[in-house]
């Protein structure tokens, strides 16, 4: 018999989830609480079932319950879930956010329940082309067994991928993600203004910069980072990068900061290369 989900905190990656479980007939998608009542009627119109409700004390009891609010709104969500009388041992309950453990669903423990952090590492800012393109989408992902089997089963039959996580180290998980995209982004805004400060115009540094930026990140997945390092560091070029480092920190302090460090980090992966080429 198919599982019912109750979904607490029903924004863009609760109603893509619960759309796409619908969808796929894995769980009856049954109750949707947020904070105003019209979200979550909103949010039920755009999973194509389920009841939204204004209370704790509306919701039903549910095999599942998927807590997709903001992170700092999860701890009292499942308060305010264990306080309503809901979470017992044998349901399970799990959080999406990508930088807490599944500890932090510490009244559902208490309860005697199963808690799991399923982690879908990918944008939701766009919920209708993420129900399109989920299949194939990895999964981070930390809690006890039952939860964890329970879980991987339903993700798998949307096309998510889990990776197992060690909960110890959520945190530097959550940092690799903000190292690979945010600040990726950050550095490209520096790189842009680098253009522009030596004359060129902003939307031209763009386009300039498109073919190295796409060519340098297919070589990082088609090489791996040491041996898509090219540039003054890999070849050795020290005076270049000095004297780079200087003109940068002239220009701007905290640039120059940012370069400096950045550069000892490529010495080191220049470092990694030349051993690795040294073995092969
Ligand atoms: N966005 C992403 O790309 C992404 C990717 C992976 C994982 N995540 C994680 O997924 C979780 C949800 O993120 P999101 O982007 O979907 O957030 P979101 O779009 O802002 O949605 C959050 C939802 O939670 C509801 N909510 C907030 N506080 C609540 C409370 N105290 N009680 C009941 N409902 C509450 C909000 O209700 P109202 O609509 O009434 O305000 C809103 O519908 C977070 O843990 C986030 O870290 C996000």
Redesign the pocket.
Known sequence: MRKTLSI?????????LGRLWHLNETFIVQDV????F???Q??VSFIGNGRPVAEYADLRRSDIYMI????D??A??CE?LADAGWLTPGTVVF??????RSTELKAAIRCGASVASI???????SPNQVVQTFAGTWCGAEGDANAINQLTEAFSAIGGQLVALDADFKIIYHSAAVFASNYLVTLLDVAQQAYEKSGIPRDVALKLMEPLVKETVENVFRLGPPEALTGPIARGDVATAMKQYRAVGDWNKRFGALYRQLGKLTVNLAARRSRKRGKD
């Open positions: 607490v905190g029903c924004g863009n990656v609760g109603k893509t609480l947020n904070r105003s019209e979200s979550a909103r949010a997709a609010a903001t992170d709104q999860i009292a969500c305010a959080h999406c956010s990508g930088a807490l982690h879908p590492i990918r944008s939701f800012a």
